[in-house]
């Protein structure tokens, strides 16, 4: 149906045509409106609005990359480049620290691959690396994207972000959050920063995938 | 407003000293997304009017005691630029700047669904590089654009538009001369979806019939003045759209997502 992939504005009244209220949309008088700038796209039966802009907002089992900016006694304190810090206790970790010796382990600074465990009532974010893959991440570079583009980093079952890493040799850990962990050599790692910023702009576009492709094969 | 002079605001032909009608605007030019850093962001030329206008957030509000458990808090800053005036305008805030910055701030609560984000402050930062009348509604538009530019979740775009009393007429979007040597000078904004007022001063005296007859007038250009801000922010996020229908054609199917 046209109403998918369709740019909407807040405010702009949407025809949900039989499907559900998902995210992005408000409902007043009868009629159901836009509430943030994105794209229409309609998802098993409902109509939902993917943010082209703005905040991370976790949810659970998320994988993330965080950075550390406070050791309390017994968890640390991260930031996850969301309106909201989030927290790693102890007891979510591989290590079995004496008290006081956090920051032996992870100091301030220190940037984790972690998972979101949990999200109290009170927006509290409880992060975990207590799994195979998660870890504290050392050396490498880290980049920003935009939050909402990071699925089209990925591309479908991982096509996009598999076929940088053949091609460049360069290591890719993508955290949901829009944070990039990047490791490699320093010319291709810049190469691959350039063509996270050509994917983050282009997002909108079909027929990324090769586009993408053709730019990594003239860098070659 | 109130200062006095002897220049002739309406001409015999019932023009304006720029040459516009009563009911006409100053030519507007709206860009989106001019600033990197900030999370979402806006440019307005409004006739003399020059305007930037920076969004940040939601995020972690400080000091810690402005947080309020609940909602957001939406904090707006007006300031304007030494260089904005004719004479050198003393910087830092004023009495007036503290007043704009305040009903602006109200104004953009209204749109704005604050309680999405308990705790946090969405900060917005509306800097005057040139005044020619009418900031604290130029202002406003821009930074309702901004907002939508860093993706913060709001009823509609705010919108607004002054109109005033000159030579006894009632015209549509003072400039500086109409504003100082005028009878008086009305903002006014809104939501323009439901047309509810969230923005409304005057400065000067009107008749209750002036009155109705200028808001009347105002709300008419904030409607058009609401599609501007739209072209802009399509200007910006449409740009790949075209690219793929041409694609979508002889491809069909999405990669990725």
Known sequence: ?220 | MGMQSDIKLIDENGLRIDGRKPDELRPIKIEVGVLNRADGSAYIEWGGNKILAAVYGPREAFPKHTQNPSRAIVNARYNMAAFSVDERKRPGPDRRAVEISKVISEALEASIFVEQFPRTSIDVYIEVLQADAGTRIAGLTAASVALADAGIPMKDLVVGCAAGKVDGKIVLDLNKEEDNYGEADLPLAIIPRTQEIVLMQMDGNMTREEVREAIEMAKKAALFISNLQKEALRAKYEKGEIQKTEENSNEGVNKGE
């Open chain 1, 1 to 220: 149906m046209d109403l998918n992939k369709k740019i909407v504005l807040p405010g702009e009244e949407i025809d949900i045509n039989g499907f559900k209220q998902g995210n992005g949309l408000y409902f007043e008088d009868g009629k159901y409106y836009s509430y943030q700038l994105g794209l229409i796209q309609v998802y098993n039966n409902f109509v939902n609005i993917i943010p082209l802009s703005g905040k991370y907002f976790p949810s659970k089992n998320d994988k993330v990359i965080a950075k550390v900016i406070e050791i309390a006694p017994s968890f640390w304190v991260l930031d996850i480049n969301s309106p909201y810090p989030a927290f790693l206790h102890v007891n979510d970790t591989p290590w079995k620290p004496s008290s006081g010796e956090l920051a032996k382990i992870l100091n301030v600074g220190d940037t984790v691959y972690a998972k979101v465990n949990e999200i109290t009532e009170s927006r509290q974010i409880w992060l975990s690396i207590k799994e195979p893959g998660l870890r504290k991440i050392e050396g490498g570079h880290i980049v920003t994207v935009q939050p909402s583009r990071v699925s089209r980093i990925i591309g479908k079952g991982g096509s996009m972000v598999n076929m940088i890493k053949e091609s460049t040799g360069v290591k890719i850990q993508l955290g949901q959050n829009g944070v990039v962990w990047l490791d490699g050599e320093p010319e291709k790692v810049l190469e691959v920063i350039r063509i996270l910023k050509f994917i983050e702009e282009e997002s909108t576009a079909s027929g990324l995938t090769d586009a993408v492709k053709s730019r990594l094969e003239k860098s070659r």
